[in-house]
C-alpha cells in the first residue's frame, strides 16, 4: 500500500473533499432491494458525511483510511456489477494519487514526479529506480538519462557507464539518442578497456557502423592494432562483419597486408573460406598447399577446414588428394578419411573403407576397427558379411553433441 503522509495542504483538503462527494453521489444512484444491502450503503454515505463534516489538516491519513474501509465494505458485502465498482475503485485511488510527497526523499519525490508525468514506460521507469536503489547514483547523474527519448536499453547503458566510474566527459560523448544502445554499449566498453577518445571517436559513428562493426573495431584497438590497420578493415561498404573479423584476427596473429591479399577477395571468398585460408597462412602452410583448398567453385568451407586440417597435421599431399573429391565424398566421409591417415593407417587400410557407398557412420566404425589393430582380412570379412549397420545406435554420440568434437580439436575456430 501507498504510504500516506497527512499533510497542512489546502489543495489535497479540496481534493479529498470533492472525492468525498463524488462517492457520495454514487452511492445515492445505486438501485438495491435487498434490504441487507441498502443499509450498509445508508450506513456508509453517513459516515462519508460525518468524515467530510469533520475533515480537517490534522486528520487528513485517518480520514482516506476510512474512506478506503468504506469503499471496501461496500464492494465486499454489496452486489454491485464491475462498472459500479469500478467506479468505487477509481475514487479510491484518486485520493490516494492526490496525497501531497513531501516527506519521501528527494529521490522518491524525482521517482514520483517520473512517474506521474506519463511520459516514461515501466522498463524505463525500472532504469530510474536501478539508478538509485541498485547503482547507488546521484540524482544528478540519475537525470542525464532519465529522459523519455531514451529507451530502457540506452538508460542501461548510461547508467552502466556511472557504475563504472567512466569520466562525465565519456560518459556525455554517447549519451546521445541517435545512438542506439547496442552501439552505446561498443563505445561503453571502449572506454571501460582504456581506449582513447580518438580510438573510440573512430568506430562511434552511429551513421556509418553498426554494432557488430563496432565490435570489431574495438576488439582491433584493443589487441594493440595500429589505426592504419584498423582503418583497412573497417569499411562496411566492402567488407562484411565475418571479413571484416578475418583481416582483424590476420593482423593479430602477425600476418601483413601482402599475405592477406590472396583472400581478400569479398567477390571470390565468404568470410568462412577467408578464414580457412587465413589460417593456412597462419599455420604456416606453403602457398602451394592454400592454393590447392582455396578454390570457392570447388570447396566449400567445411572441406577447406577437412583439407587445412590434413596439411597442418604433416599428411602428404598424395593423401589430401586421395580424400579431396567433393564429387566423390560428402564432408562426413571426407572427414573420416582424413582422420584415418591422421591416426596413422596406410594408404591400403584407408582405401578398405573410402568408398562412397559407406556412409561416413560405417567409415567410422571401419576406421575405428583398423585403429584398434584388426586385420585388414577380418575387416574385409567384416565388410563382406555386413558387419557394419547403416544407421548409428542413438548413443553413439553421447559423449559430445558434434561428432566432430570427438576427434577434431580446432581451439582456434571458435568464433568470438
Known sequence: MKRLVAIKDNTLMTNIEEATKELIVLLKKFDLEDDDEKTIVNNSRNRL?????????????????????????????????????????????????????????????FIQECKDSGEFNNKQMEQIRNGFEKSGLTIDQVKIYAKPWFDYLQMLEIRWGFNSHLTMEQIKFYTDSRINGKQMEQIREGFENGLTMEQVKFYANFNEFNDDQMRQIRYGFENGLTMDQVKFYADPDRFTIGQMRNIREGFENGLTIEQMSFFLKPDKFDSSQMEQIRKGLENKLTMEQIEFYAKPDKFNHDQMRIIRDGFKNGLTMEQIEFYAKPDKFNTDQMWEICWGFENGLTMDQVKLYADPEFNDYQMGKIREDLEKGVSIEEVKERIDNYYYPEEEPEDYYDVVSDPYDYYYDDDDDDEE
Open 49 to 109: 458525511n460525518t468524515l467530510l463534516n469533520q475533515l480537517n489538516d490534522n486528520n487528513v491519513e485517518q480520514t482516506i483510511e476510512e474512506i478506503k474501509d468504506i469503499a471496501e465494505d461496500i464492494t465486499e458485502n454489496v452486489d454491485l456489477d464491475i462498472s459500479e465498482n469500478m467506479k468505487i475503485d477509481n475514487i479510491v485511488e484518486d485520493i490516494e494519487e492526490n496525497v501531497d510527497t513531501n516527506d519521501l526523499t528527494e529521490e522518491e519525490q
